[in-house]
């Protein structure tokens, strides 16, 4: 990496040393209303006379004088629309260059006079201010190219390096065609045209050829690529022996765009993946920037004053956005913002250019207000591509906080019921809030979320504090969105911050519980100790014997109510066991018959909120029934089963229309306790008398 850094900042240095070594007349030009070469300024004094005058022809020795224009200033040949104006621009160009080569130059004057123009190599200075950036631009998108490759050797690599060098050159040629001066040094001038489509030739084709094997390897991917390069190859050789002509050069640089876009456009369909998408916008994006640049230039060569200008102004905008949208590529699913910034800037300003130049060719628009509209409508795509290109593609507005929220606080209270599935509740939230494409568990440990493939998947940490269990240690998240985006390190940071959050409230649900616990012990203590004293001496002085049989059963009842509150789970089974006989007691008092149905297929295991809550409903539905309905027989089933809980109380008492009842204490009581435990409440008349009430939960108990 360090002898190809060497060799390419050498080699830059060498070929600014040799553009300043390349003959010029001190002097500067610019282009007339009707495409005529004016003297703007120079310090020699024979041509100071002459400043702001048109030339009409150019000599050395006793060679006849040759006519010229404004296209001695035209240095792009490649991006030239006319095929007869370029062949007349190509002979200024060598003649012009021949006789400054030979140290000797003679401008002709409308009037009839001469003046003998020295000519000297131009110097450091005299290449220009566009030259340097343009250069160092050149070197570091060299650099890129070659240390992808050099890092990691790959043969798909290979074609990210040919695109990268063949940028590089395009950025290269332009830093020096950008010196001012007259005409373009004579090496430079036979291929140019030959050059440069070459170079976009060879960039789209190996576009082509990588999109056909990745992301997802498409059918006939080899004969693709094959047709591609040998297309690319016919185009060049064409140009070089029978000229092809500047549309359909175009034309063909187009074409190996839409190809891109079909080729990229059926890898998404073999498999959604976000490279898929995201090259496939930015092949759309791409296309449509050039189409807007070569309508630009060819409107514009109908103005002979500012042809040579837009020309220049447009292809170096359209290539700066390409090695923009090379330098970026790399780093899509990394914080390289600036690198994302400078590819906008660039499209942006392609665009704005592109704009401006329409407007004042169709519309006839003065300079200021054309230029004033093209802002206006750049800014206004500045806006909608960093929605469609930052935003959509790397998901930066895709989660808002209220669905976080939501989302995260029902996570939260599912394992805050049941801590022993974080992993599992954990999984499913992450699976809400990114939908992936694909979820597998990974065998290794991850101490921290990351991302990896370069956004194709996200790795997570997945065992929670003190679960006891943990066969899952990490999970593996390939492609947010279905496929549609990349994974970022926002992503990351996020999924480290959820599953903090829900390991919090693990810890947080494991104290409160500790401390419900304590809570419980401290008053069923009291409760034996002091009432339980109390009813036993009552129920020794009860002067008849109903009365010390109701005192032995609020003992009983206390009994159980305390053991209830020492225990901090209860079984199915022995829960049930006591709910039966305790309402066959109560019934049993009032001469009310009891039909008790009870069906489960497991032994289950009742936290202690489950069994207050479901403790409580039955015998407020059943005190319901006795007091107020004054029935005299009521029937409870029990169902427990894998789809759901079931509790149901009729009765044959005089309660109707429960749609008008009002809900005071008690049945407002039941329907909180219903609702804690996430299930549903309802009455509705018996038939022929009575009311029955249902209340359904979602079976959420531990099997015993």
Same mark, same amino acid.
């Given at each position: 990496?360090?002898?190809?850094?060497?060799?390419?900042?050498?080699?830059?240095?060498?070929?600014?040393?040799?553009?300043?070594?390349?003959?010029?007349?001190?002097?500067?030009?610019?282009?007339?209303?009707?495409?005529?070469?004016?003297?703007?300024?120079?310090?020699?004094?024979?041509?100071?006379?002459?400043?702001?005058?048109?030339?009409?022809?150019?000599?050395?020795?006793?060679?006849?004088?040759?006519?010229?224009?404004?296209?001695?200033?035209?240095?792009?040949?490649?991006?030239?629309?006319?095929?007869?104006?370029?062949?007349?621009?190509?002979?200024?160009?060598?003649?012009?260059? /021949?006789?400054?080569? /030979?140290?000797?130059?003679?401008?002709?004057?409308?009037?009839?006079?001469?003046?003998?123009?020295?000519?000297?190599?131009?110097?450091?200075?005299?290449?220009?201010? +566009?030259?340097?950036?343009?250069?160092?631009? $050149?070197?570091?998108?060299?650099?890129?190219?070659?240390?992808?490759?050099?890092?990691?050797?790959?043969?798909?690599?290979?074609?990210?390096?040919?695109?990268?060098?063949?940028?590089?050159?395009?950025?290269?040629?332009?830093?020096?065609?950008?010196?001012?001066?007259?005409?373009?040094?004579? $090496?430079?001038?036979?291929?140019?045209?030959?050059?440069?489509?070459?170079?976009?030739?060879?960039?789209?084709?190996?576009?082509?050829?990588?999109?056909?094997?990745?992301?997802?390897?498409?059918?006939?991917?080899?004969?693709?690529?094959?047709?591609?390069?040998?297309? /690319? /190859?016919?185009?060049?050789?064409?140009?070089?022996?029978?000229?092809?002509?500047?549309?359909?050069?175009?034309?063909?640089?187009?074409?190996?765009?839409?190809?891109?876009?079909?080729?990229?456009?059926?890898?998404?369909?073999? !498999?959604?993946?976000?490279?898929?998408?995201?090259?496939? =916008?930015?092949?759309?994006? $791409?296309?449509?920037?050039?189409?807007?640049?070569?309508?630009?230039?060819?409107?514009?060569?109908?103005?002979?004053?500012?042809?040579?200008?837009?020309?220049?102004?447009?292809?170096?905008?359209?290539?700066?956005?390409?090695?923009?949208?090379?330098?970026?590529?790399?780093?899509?699913?990394?914080? %390289?913002?600036?690198?994302?910034?400078?590819?906008?800037?660039?499209?942006?300003?392609?665009?704005?250019?592109?704009?401006?130049?329409?407007?004042?060719?169709?519309?006839?628009?003065?300079?200021?207000?054309?230029?004033?509209?093209?802002?206006?409508?750049?800014?206004?795509?500045?806006?909608?591509?960093?929605?469609?290109?930052?935003?959509?593609?790397?998901?930066?507005?895709?989660?808002?906080?209220?669905?976080?929220?939501?989302?995260?606080?029902?996570?939260?209270?599912?394992?805050?019921?049941?801590?022993? %599935?974080?992993?599992?509740?954990?999984? %499913?939230?992450?699976?809400?809030?990114?939908?992936?494409?694909?979820?597998?568990?990974?065998?290794?440990?991850?101490? =921290? $979320?990351?991302?990896?493939?370069?956004?194709?998947?996200? !790795?997570?940490? +997945?065992?929670?504090?003190?679960?006891?269990?943990?066969?899952?240690?990490?999970?593996?998240?390939?492609?947010?969105? =279905?496929?549609?985006?990349?994974?970022?390190?926002?992503?990351?940071?996020?999924?480290?911050?959820?599953?903090?959050?829900?390991?919090?409230?693990?810890?947080?649900?494991?104290?409160?519980?500790?401390?419900?616990? !304590?809570?419980?012990?401290?008053?069923?203590?009291?409760?034996?100790?002091?009432?339980?004293?109390?009813?036993?001496?009552?129920?020794?002085?009860?002067?008849?014997?109903?009365?010390?049989?109701?005192?032995?059963?609020?003992?009983?009842?206390?009994?159980?109510?305390?053991?209830?509150?020492?225990?901090?789970?209860?079984?199915?089974?022995?829960?049930?066991?006591?709910?039966?006989?305790?309402?066959?007691? %109560?019934?049993?008092?009032?001469?009310?018959?009891?039909?008790?149905?009870?069906?489960?297929?497991?032994?289950?295991?009742?936290?202690?909120?489950?069994?207050?809550?479901?403790?409580?409903?039955?015998?407020?539905?059943?005190?319901?029934?006795?007091?107020?309905?004054?029935?005299?027989?009521?029937?409870?089933?029990?169902?427990?089963?894998?789809?759901?809980?079931?509790?149901?109380?009729?009765?044959?008492?005089?309660?109707?229309?429960?749609?008008?009842?009002?809900?005071?204490?008690?049945?407002?009581?039941?329907?909180?306790?219903?609702?804690?435990?996430?299930?549903?409440?309802?009455?509705?008349?018996?038939?022929?008398?009575?009311?029955?009430?249902?209340?359904?939960?979602?079976?959420?108990?531990?099997?015993?």
């Amino acid at each position: 990496m360090v002898l190809v850094a060497l060799a390419g900042c050498l080699g830059l240095f060498g070929v600014a040393h040799w553009l300043a070594g390349t003959p010029q007349p001190d002097a500067s030009w610019t282009a007339g209303p009707e495409g005529q070469l004016v003297l703007r300024a120079s310090p020699v004094p024979a041509l100071q006379p002459f400043v702001g005058q048109p030339v009409v022809a150019l000599s050395a020795g006793q060679a006849p004088p040759m006519p010229v224009d404004a296209l001695l200033l035209h240095h792009a040949l490649r991006w030239q629309p006319g095929d007869a104006v370029r062949e007349r621009q190509l002979a200024q160009h060598t003649q012009v260059a /021949a006789w400054m080569t /030979a140290g000797e130059l003679r401008v002709h004057w409308a009037d009839g006079r001469t003046v003998d123009l020295p000519v000297q190599p131009r110097g450091v200075g005299g290449l220009g201010v +566009l030259f340097w950036p343009l250069a160092g631009l $050149a070197l570091l998108l060299y650099l890129f190219g070659l240390v992808v490759v050099l890092a990691r050797p790959r043969w798909h690599k290979l074609l990210y390096t040919t695109m990268a060098l063949c940028q590089a050159a395009n950025l290269l040629l332009f830093a020096l065609e950008s010196a001012p001066g007259l005409g373009l040094p004579l $090496a430079l001038l036979p291929l140019e045209p030959t050059w440069r489509l070459a170079l976009d030739a060879a960039t789209g084709a190996a576009i082509v050829h990588a999109l056909a094997f990745r992301p997802r390897r498409i059918a006939q991917a080899q004969r693709v690529a094959v047709a591609a390069w040998l297309a /690319a /190859a016919g185009a060049v050789l064409a140009l070089g022996f029978v000229p092809l002509g500047w549309w359909l050069a175009q034309g063909f640089i187009l074409a190996l765009g839409l190809v891109c876009v079909a080729v990229v456009d059926q890898s998404h369909r073999l !498999e959604p993946n976000p490279y898929a998408v995201v090259m496939r =916008r930015l092949g759309l994006i $791409a296309t449509g920037t050039l189409v807007l640049v070569t309508a630009a230039v060819a409107i514009a060569a109908r103005l002979p004053g500012v042809s040579h200008t837009v020309a220049v102004g447009a292809a170096m905008s359209w290539y700066l956005f390409m090695a923009s949208l090379l330098l970026w590529t790399p780093f899509l699913a990394r914080s %390289r913002r600036w690198l994302r910034e400078f590819a906008l800037l660039a499209g942006i300003s392609t665009v704005a250019a592109s704009v401006d130049l329409l407007f004042v060719a169709v519309f006839s628009l003065g300079p200021f207000t054309s230029l004033a509209v093209a802002v206006f409508v750049a800014l206004a795509i500045y806006a909608g591509a960093r929605e469609l290109i930052l935003d959509r593609m790397l998901g930066r507005s895709r989660l808002t906080t209220e669905r976080i929220f939501e989302q995260l606080y029902k996570a939260a209270r599912d394992v805050q019921a049941e801590p022993l %599935r974080y992993p599992e509740l954990l999984a %499913r939230l992450l699976g809400e809030l990114f939908e992936p494409l694909e979820m597998r568990p990974l065998p290794q440990a991850a101490h =921290r $979320a990351r991302v990896v493939g370069a956004g194709a998947a996200l !790795e997570v940490r +997945l065992d929670g504090p003190d679960t006891g269990t943990a066969p899952v240690q990490a999970l593996a998240l390939r492609f947010a969105q =279905r496929g549609q985006r990349l994974f970022t390190q926002e992503d990351a940071r996020l999924a480290d911050r959820v599953g903090d959050l829900l390991r919090r409230a693990v810890a947080y649900d494991q104290a409160v519980e500790r401390g419900r616990h !304590e809570e419980r012990l401290r008053i069923a203590q009291d409760l034996h100790d002091d009432i339980g004293a109390r009813l036993l001496t009552l129920m020794y002085q009860a002067r008849t014997t109903e009365m010390e049989d109701y005192i032995r059963h609020t003992l009983q009842d206390l009994k159980t109510l305390t053991r209830g509150l020492a225990a901090s789970e209860h079984r199915l089974s022995h829960a049930v066991a006591e709910w039966k006989a305790d309402l066959a007691q %109560r019934l049993g008092t009032t001469q009310v018959i009891l039909a008790w149905h009870c069906s489960y297929e497991h032994d289950l295991v009742l936290s202690m909120v489950q069994w207050s809550a479901l403790t409580r409903v039955l015998r407020e539905l059943v005190s319901n029934a006795l007091f107020h309905g004054c029935a005299t027989r009521i029937e409870v089933q029990l169902q427990f089963d894998s789809a759901g809980w079931l509790l149901r109380v009729a009765d044959d008492g005089q309660g109707r229309e429960p749609q008008t009842w009002s809900h005071g204490l008690g049945l407002g009581g039941v329907r909180k306790r219903v609702k804690l435990l996430g299930g549903s409440v309802q009455w509705l008349e018996n038939q022929p008398m009575g009311i029955v009430c249902e209340a359904r939960f979602p079976g959420a108990a531990q099997p015993a």
